[in-house]
């Protein structure tokens, strides 16, 4: 009689054991002055991002994105403007990118000064704007 196959379950949501890699951690709560470090790398720090760019250029009645508020403006919207949009708009929207990448950066490197992620191998970011050209 032939062996049963070991049957493996696919892991929940947030697991930390994985078939090939154990998480230590999703999130720390570190607090600086200005609230929680990692709310600095969020879809609405992004958006806080491109309406602060978006601020100046309405003032002069200029900004290419137009005059829907910044959070009415989709993912899908935005993917848009960066394929085949004005370059005036695409460079706003890459602008915004910039800027949430440094802060994504500086988030991760506060992260790694902890001891709990001192020993970090791999970081996976998810979420938000996954599978978009804003991601």
């Known amino acids: 009689m032939a062996k049963e196959p070991e049957r493996t379950t696919l892991p929940t949501h947030g697991a930390s054991i994985l078939p090939s890699l154990q998480v230590d951690s999703y999130n720390l709560?570190?607090?600086?002055?200005?609230?929680?470090?990692?709310?600095?790398?969020?879809k609405g720090a992004f958006r806080e991002i491109l309406d602060g760019l978006r601020t100046p250029l309405r003032k002069l009645d200029?900004?290419?994105?137009?005059?829907?508020?910044?959070?009415?403006?989709?993912?899908?919207?935005?993917?848009?403007?960066?394929?085949?949009g004005s370059p005036e708009a695409a460079g706003v929207v890459q602008g915004a990118i910039e800027e949430f990448a440094?802060?994504?950066?500086?988030?991760?490197?506060?992260?790694?000064?902890?001891?709990?992620?001192?020993?970090?191998?791999?970081?996976?970011?998810?979420?938000?704007?996954?599978?978009?050209?804003?991601?």
């Open 62 to 84: 200029d900004d290419p994105l137009g005059d829907k508020p910044t959070e009415d403006i989709s993912k899908k919207h935005l993917d848009a403007v960066l394929a085949k």
């Open 29 to 42: 709560e570190i607090e600086d002055d200005d609230g929680f470090v990692g709310d600095k790398a969020s």
């Open 102 to 135: 440094q802060q994504l950066a500086a988030v991760i490197r506060r992260f790694l000064k902890a001891k709990a992620w001192r020993d970090t191998e791999c970081i996976v970011v998810g979420g938000g704007f996954r599978a978009r050209r804003v991601g």
